[in-house]
């Protein structure tokens, strides 16, 4: 807006601006109106004609006047239209003063009711001042009251704590008056008892009995410590519960000394539930001081139950050690086990329920205990210091590493989430949950109409869902490398099952390569069975080959079962012919390793067994070997066969056996064998392209051997080599084997060999901090000592079971001795007792049933359904007719649907040529296979009646099997094979 002066412009009103042109047009009227007389009268004079220079000038005045009667029309007009707008802007300014005395009133009457107002106000201030001095005064009386009510309280409690020690002092004082006088009885009886014996007692007894040393194992009616530990320790010996008083008594009467009271099997199990808490509680003080750990775990079923066992690798601060000196190994890592736990199954998500659960009940239970209850442990703080875990190959066994991983970054998140709430106020902390809880209500839409428990479940999952928001916030903060050292968890596969597992790769390439190579195959081992139906069975299909042969020597030289086989035989025998017994190899448990060192075996001593063999033949008043003593007699005299067992055994000397001795090295950190592997496979190449490095005369063990140290078995090499050229196919094999093993190697290394795997990102710290043995050796030892404990004491129950593991095994006596205090010792007595009292073995073995009950009830739902399909896919294909006369152009003009009925309906009728509907890509395949089925079943249909009709008067052909002869019905030494199976 245009300023003059510092003050507005101000516009002119249409009024004025009609004045001015009136003013105007006056103007011009006044200045024309003397020109336009002075012509006129020079006219009516009669002047005469002027010259044409008069003309013209006369004319051009004449214009002149024209164009000056137009300009005053038209000033006229406009002085017209000027008046017209004089007159509304007249109008509009009365409307305008019309309007503003009504403003003015308005504005009269706002005044008005302004000054009522403020007297109003000042009424209510007054007031407001009235009951403020009011609420004052009854804020005071209300604290004065408090004041009063709070020491009425105290005074009440006081007197309620006074009247009830009062009368537990009185309820004690009368339970040990009744003590007393019991005592005092059973007191006066013995004296009396005691003197009556004395009496009848010669006086040099009395004097020797007086001079022998007593031991006394309760101190007024209770189990002395030292007596506590000594029973814990008897019974991680392997002393039954209810010997443990006879041992005492017998090792006291031997050292001459008199053991004074007894001991029941009932305390003596509780003593060890006592036990049991310390090793839980020790077990939670050690992870809250641990810098990281790394766990390793495994499963398998006893008794058709399945069992966990769990593990864990503790490293401890540099300053300071959580166990003795000489229970820790070079890398500072301590070894401590959980015990083994029963579990409904072996599911990924279930194997992690249990350690959470396992490693809630030894924090709970450390949290609540005079050593622990300021530190308040709880299991998620154990989640940060996780760094490595070591489990087998199996599918279930990754996906339980990727659920810990999961597990371990919601602890972090939920622990960065905490920090940063406490850094807020209160109302910034509900503002935030309600903006989720908000977000959560939304979605449920009746949210007001839930029942209590899902409200709070709804406001649970709300808080959760607004820790992970505000922790995945403070963890993108943090730099890769951070974030990587925050969430690193390397998982290790354990280096037995890749040995086993490559040993099981090479030997199913050895059994292709014989009909790959159009080679002699090895014998089969048929069993009784397949020996009664000889000519009702294919050749190709029984069992052969160097694994079935240590399987059934194994089964016959050192059987598992204790009434089958030659036992001792065997050993009596070895011991006649080289001095001294040999035991087979114990093929018959599947020994780990054991099907190598059975080849090693049968190589070396193979015409010893063949005699042995023959030996027992004529032991027998038939002078017949039986199946299975035919199978291994055969088996060892058939070269194919001896080809493959030295194959076996060169690998074992050249592969095997260096292997396991560096991966069974204490001190070796299974992550850190990244390059041994490697070196594991580039040895395998070198074989696969240089067999002489196995079978040439110059072979040596130092280019033969992966480490370059002596043979395992070095009679055995040069056995082999003596043999080789009695063994034509032995090159051809050794290069099927160690390339079968080589792909093996290298599927199973696949966490040291990717660029991107967790491992090879790692640094030699975090590869350090994350320590792991190369082996599973721990889990797999503890389902085995779990099955034989139990199969010495089948009714030992998880908690007795798992305190004589854990004793031993963590050294918790000395940590023990040397930690806690008598309060603490005290609680564990009481929270042995709770244990004891909680029914929580019940409670295990219910809930195991409710899984089997649950799974039985799904599977059997699904069958159901299963059922319920094929019923109703069946009815549907009943209505459908075989269209094995239509051609081609027929087959175009049907749908899909009807072709895939016709699929449906072949494949029904058993024809095992015709591939799935889904299978087959668009319509025009469709055709096509259903044409050629078509064909193939019209050409079978055309041979099997021109078979019939040659055969009409044959009775020859395939028997039928007898009524009671199969595999249900065959005796217990018949060995059952199936195709293409190696068993380990």
């Not at 990727?402 to 960065?416: A, N, P, V, Y």
């Not at 390793?593 to 001593?605: N, P, Q």
């Amino acid at each position: 807006m245009a300023k003059y002066n510092g003050h507005q412009r101000r516009r002119r009103s249409s009024a004025q601006k009609s004045q001015a042109q009136k003013a105007q047009l006056q103007s011009l009227a006044r200045f024309s109106e003397p020109k336009l007389q002075v012509a006129e009268h020079n006219n009516l004079d009669g002047l005469p004609l002027a010259r044409p220079d008069d003309l013209n000038a006369t004319t051009s005045v004449d214009n002149l006047a024209r164009m000056r009667n137009k300009q005053i029309s038209s000033l006229t007009k406009s002085c017209k239209n000027a008046i017209q707008r004089e007159k509304r802007a007249k109008s509009k300014v009365i409307k305008l003063d019309k309007t503003v005395d009504n403003l003015c009133e308005q504005l009269s009457e706002s005044c008005q009711a302004r000054e009522r107002v403020e007297i109003l106000m000042q009424g209510l201030q007054a007031q407001a001042d009235v009951d403020a001095r009011e609420l004052e005064l009854l804020r005071n009386s209300a604290e004065e009251l408090e004041h009063v009510i709070a020491q009425q309280s105290q005074e009440l409690v006081r007197a309620s704590v006074d009247l009830e020690n009062r009368d537990n002092l009185i309820s004690s004082l009368r339970k040990r008056n009744g003590e007393l006088l019991r005592d005092r009885d059973s007191m006066r009886k013995k004296i009396q008892r005691m003197k009556t014996r004395n009496s009848q007692q010669p006086p040099n007894l009395l004097a020797a009995k007086d001079e022998t040393p007593q031991f006394y194992l309760k101190h007024k009616g209770i189990i002395r410590p030292e007596v506590r530990d000594m029973i814990r320790k008897l019974a991680c010996q392997g002393v039954s519960t209810h010997h443990v008083t006879n041992v005492i008594d017998i090792v006291a009467e031997g050292l001459g000394v008199v053991v004074v009271g007894s001991i029941s099997a009932r305390s003596v199990a509780r003593i060890m539930l006592e036990g049991l808490i310390q090793a839980r509680i020790q077990l939670a003080y050690e992870l809250s001081q641990a810098n990281s750990i790394s766990i390793c775990l495994d499963g398998t079923s006893i008794k058709n139950v399945q069992h966990e066992a769990k593990a864990i690798y503790i490293r401890s601060p540099e300053d300071e050690a959580v166990s003795a000196p000489e229970t820790r190994s070079n890398n500072q890592s301590v070894l401590r086990t959980l015990g083994v736990h029963k579990a409904p199954n072996h599911t990924a998500q279930q194997q992690l329920n249990g350690w959470i659960s396992t490693l809630n009940t030894c924090c709970n239970v450390f949290s609540r205990s005079p050593l622990g209850k300021n530190q308040a442990l709880r299991f998620q703080q154990v989640a940060p210091k996780l760094r490595g875990v070591l489990t087998d190959h199996a599918a279930d066994q990754k996906r339980f590493c990727e659920l810990l991983l999961q597990w371990k970054q919601t602890c972090d998140r939920e622990f960065r989430a905490s920090n940063t709430l406490k850094e807020m106020t209160v109302a910034q902390q509900l503002d935030v949950l309600s903006k989720h809880l908000d977000t959560a209500a939304n979605q449920m839409g009746n949210w007001r109409t839930l029942p209590t428990d899902e409200q709070a479940t709804l406001m649970h999952d709300a808080w959760f869902a607004m820790a992970a928001q505000m922790g995945n916030a403070e963890f993108q903060k943090l730099n890769p490398d951070e974030q990587f050292e925050v969430d690193f968890l390397a998982w290790s596969g354990c280096c037995m099952h890749k040995e086993l597992n490559a040993v099981k790769g090479g030997v199913t390439a050895m059994t292709h390569a014989w009909k790959e190579h159009n080679l002699i195959p090895p014998c089969t081992f048929p069993n009784k069975f397949e020996v009664e139906k000889a000519s009702q069975l294919k050749e190709e299909k029984g069992a052969r080959g160097a694994v079935k042969l240590a399987s059934l020597a194994g089964a016959l030289f050192n059987n598992k079962d204790d009434n089958k086989g030659y036992q001792n035989t065997v050993d009596f025998f070895f011991e006649k012919t080289f001095g001294y017994s040999n035991r087979f190899p114990d093929t018959s448990n599947t020994r780990y390793g054991s099907y190598c060192d059975a080849a090693v075996e049968l190589l070396l001593h193979r015409k010893e067994y063949i005699e042995l063999l023959a030996t027992q033949q004529y032991f027998r008043s038939t002078s017949e070997l039986n199946n299975i003593e035919k199978n291994v007699s055969r088996g060892l005299q058939d070269v194919s066969t001896l080809t493959e067992l030295a194959v076996l055994a060169l690998y074992a000397q050249a592969v095997g056996k260096p292997y396991m001795q560096k991966v069974r090295d204490s001190n070796v950190n299974g992550l850190s064998l990244g390059p041994f592997h490697n070196r594991v496979k580039q040895h395998c190449r070198a074989i696969i392209k240089e067999p002489d490095l196995l079978l040439g005369s110059d072979a040596s063990y130092q280019t033969g051997s992966l480490d370059g140290s002596q043979w395992d078995r070095p009679d055995v090499v040069y056995t082999i080599q003596w043999l080789a050229s009695q063994l034509p196919d032995l090159r051809l094999v050794v290069i099927a084997f160690f390339s079968g093993a080589l792909s093996t190697w290298e599927r199973f290394t696949s966490e040291f060999d990717s660029d991107d795997s967790v491992i090879a990102r790692a640094t030699p710290k975090q590869r350090e901090s994350a320590w792991v043995p190369p082996t599973n050796d721990i889990s797999e030892g503890s389902l085995g000592q779990c099955r034989q404990m139990l199969r010495i004491a089948p009714t030992m129950t998880d908690e007795q079971r798992n305190a004589r593991v854990m004793l031993r095994r963590n050294d918790t006596f000395n940590w023990a001795k040397h930690t806690l205090s008598d309060n603490d010792q005290y609680f564990i007595k009481h929270e042995a007792r709770a244990l004891d009292s909680s029914g929580m073995n019940k409670k295990v073995r219910m809930e195991l049933n409710s899984a089997f009950e649950d799974r039985a009830a799904a599977n059997r739902e699904r069958k159901e359904k299963v059922l319920a399909r094929k019923s109703a896919n069946k009815k549907r294909l009943d209505e459908v007719n075989l269209l094995e006369n239509v051609t081609y152009e027929e087959m175009q003009h049907m749908r899909v649907i009807e072709l895939d009925l016709q699929i449906d309906k072949l494949r029904e009728s058993g024809d095992p040529y015709i591939r799935p509907k889904t299978m087959i890509g668009n319509k025009a395949a469709k055709i096509r296979e259903l044409l050629s089925c078509f064909e193939r079943r019209a050409a079978h249909i055309s041979d099997s009646s021109c078979s019939l009709t040659r055969e009409e008067n044959s009775t020859t052909g395939f028997p039928e099997i007898e009524d009671g002869i199969g595999v249900d019905n065959c005796t217990e030494d018949i060995e059952l094979s199936f195709e293409d199976e190696v068993i380990f």
